[in-house]
């Protein structure tokens, strides 16, 4: 199976482009460009530029975008200086350079609208959840004293009697 900077430059001439002209239309510098066209992957200090400026250049080409992805990331594994996710800091590998690393290799196509749905549900269970609440709430709990008042006498001894009339 060809390489990832031998299916590049292969479909790059096949479209009669420069790299001037892909450096163009892509934003990528020409150096760069160069560089994957050559699989020199040295010339970057991370495999997230790496990756991002491969996925650019394969869209622009309208090649299999995944398919790229998935050979560049087994070239990646077997270089020295990407087999490893950077660090992030000066000390050891912890568990945000981990995270970091494996952030950089989500598919935000697919991610971001389960995300997105998964958000929508929980807004609306917690919409249902609030509405259920203010449906079973008491509608004169809210008066103060003096307004309301209930009792548990019988309906017909809730009336007071007036002072100023003797009781029978």
């Not at 090649?63 to 087999?83: S, W, Y």
């Not at 709430?137 to 003797?166: A, W």
């Amino acid at each position: 199976m060809p390489t990832v900077a031998e299916q590049l430059r292969q479909a790059r001439e096949a479209q009669n482009l420069t790299v001037y002209q892909v450096a163009e239309i892509t934003k990528i510098k020409t150096d760069h460009v160069r560089a994957l066209d050559d699989g020199n992957y040295d010339s970057f200090c991370a495999p997230v530029y790496i990756r991002g400026f491969v996925r650019t250049y394969a869209k622009v080409l309208k090649l299999d975008v995944p398919q790229i992805m998935a050979v560049l990331n087994q070239e990646l594994a077997g270089t020295e200086k990407f087999r490893e996710p950077p660090r992030l800091t000066g000390g050891s590998h912890g568990f945000l350079d981990s995270l970091m690393f494996q952030l950089s290799r989500v598919d935000l196509r697919i991610v971001g609208p389960v995300v997105g749905v998964l958000l929508l549900l929980l807004a609306g269970a917690w919409g249902l959840r609030a509405y259920q609440t203010y449906q079973s709430q008491d509608p004169l709990s809210s008066l103060g004293s003096g307004q309301h008042r209930t009792t548990n006498s019988l309906p017909g001894d809730t009336l007071p009697l007036p002072k100023n009339i003797p009781a029978r």
